[in-house]
Nanobody, 122 residues
Framework: QVQLVESGGGLVQAGGSLRLSCAAS????????MGWFRQAPGKEREFVAA????????YYADSVKGRFTISRDSADNTVYLQLNSPKPEDTAVYVC???????????????WGHGTQVTVSS
């Protein structure tokens, strides 16, 4: 069974930077995809970014394109989300997920972490 553990969340000023990590254990990833989603209070969960584990194809939500970068380290079975120039509206719980196919939709992912809180102050 795959376990996903996020870390790196916290309080950051608008315009700063923060890097989130998602460490996967339980199996070695050689294919499939990893994604980041977020959920703010009173809002629905939304897609942020995703990466194909084998060819590193990437998808980004329009709201974060050009500011956030997703990457992966196959040696550590870890996926990262670099948040550059975050805005107060990026405040949310960020959750990573793993699945068999690269997708922007939550239903495509079969394993989920518990999330890490990101708060962006203005």
């Amino acid at each position: 069974q795959v376990q996903l553990v996020e870390s790196g969340g916290g309080l950051v000023q608008a315009g700063g930077s923060l890097r989130l990590s998602c460490a996967a254990s339980g199996r070695t990833f050689s294919r499939g995809a990893m994604g980041w989603f977020r959920q703010a209070p009173g809002k629905e969960r939304e897609f942020v970014a995703a990466i194909d584990w084998s060819d590193e194809s990437r998808y980004y939500a329009d709201s974060v394109k050009g500011r956030f970068t997703i990457s992966r380290d196959s040696a550590d079975n870890t996926v990262y989300l670099q948040l550059n120039s975050p805005k107060p509206e990026d405040t949310a719980v960020y959750v990573c997920a793993a699945g068999p196919l690269l997708s922007t939709t939550a239903w495509a992912y079969t394993e989920w972490g518990h999330g890490t809180q990101v708060t962006v102050s203005s």
